[in-house]
């Protein structure tokens, strides 16, 4: 792990506590409920796992697995798979460098993690390793924030969103995507984009000026 990894990490091991009681539910139960219903079993992994919520609407016909850059929240996922009664295979990884032999999956989900990656040329090393880990036939659900929601029209590409804890603001670093760059970016990697779209919940017609890009893609 490069300096900016470990620097998510100490980021993300410093809130879990606080992380794992507010975000105790997946925002994507919608999405995630679907790709479940179309998948139907198999061998899944979640990128970027979290505590674990994202794995619920798996848990009962799927071979699950899990990495997270953060111990910590490792540590919570296996407290939250006890609650909510699933097995799942979990590891402290980073998303550019995955743990994994070639085709090791059938399917993959990844909820609100490639934005995290800052430096444009891992970003594209997480997307190849993304690839050669999904099996042919296979596909991916993942979700990233967009660059152009209201609240950072005008901003850049990248920001900063504070945590608060108490009396101390933990700092979480953001790359924010396109629809085209997330497209470009797949496609590059290797990936055949099914489909972009806007998450459940956001009722504008225009989709590009939606709060997450979710996508749904296949190796090309």
Known sequence: MDTKENDLSNVYDGIAE???????????RAELDAVAQRWQSGKLLNIGCAHGPDFLPFKDKFELWGIDSSAAMINLALKYSDKFKFAASLIVADAVSLPFQDRSFDWIISVAAYHHILDKQSRLQAFRELRRILKPGGEVFLTVWNRWQKDFIGKGKQVIVPWKIQDKQLMRHYYLFTYPE???????????????????????????????????ARPG
């Open 18 to 28: 606080s992380w794992y009681r507010l975000r105790h539910r997946t925002r994507f």
């Open 182 to 216: 997330i497209t470009r970016l797949l496609k590059s990697a290797g990936f055949e984009v099914m489909r972009t779209y806007a998450e459940n919940g956001y009722t504008l017609r225009v989709k590009y000026l939606s709060r997450n890009i979710c996508v749904l």
